[in-house]
Nanobody, 123 residues
């Protein structure tokens, strides 16, 4: 009923940039927030950046990406973007889009996940 479709991953050299996109579609009543998590091999999934969809768009970043990554939104398209600059090898991971949303006013907000997109930072 709800799909999160990611795009924009790939291979980039250290110091380079990538832009990820995530579009939410389907039976969406309202969205609380959207954002990005990542999981590197052998490590737990961690939050990268989140943005609220209502109001002023409050953002939250992991300390490891502050000053390098920027999350933004297009509410009309139910889409969030992650601009990643000054990429480092340790940013290599599968990046997952996440959304907390309601499919109806009758239901509590539920977490949804995208399928993941690989980001590899290597020379």
């Amino acid at each position: 009923q709800v799909q999160l479709v990611e795009s924009g991953g790939g291979l980039v050299q250290p110091g380079g940039s990538l832009r990820l996109s995530c579009a939410a579609s389907g039976s969406i009543f309202s969205i609380n927030y959207m954002g990005w998590y990542r999981q590197a091999p052998g490590k737990e999934r961690e939050m990268v950046a989140l943005i609220t969809i209502t109001g002023s768009g409050t953002t939250n970043y992991a300390d490891s990406v502050k000053g390098r990554f920027t999350i933004s939104r297009d509410n009309a398209k139910n889409t969030v973007y992650l601009q990643m600059n000054s990429l480092k090898p340790e940013d290599t991971a599968v990046y997952y889009c996440n959304a907390l949303l309601r499919t109806s006013s009758l239901y509590a907000p539920t977490n949804y996940w995208g399928q993941g997109t690989q980001v590899t930072v290597s020379s």
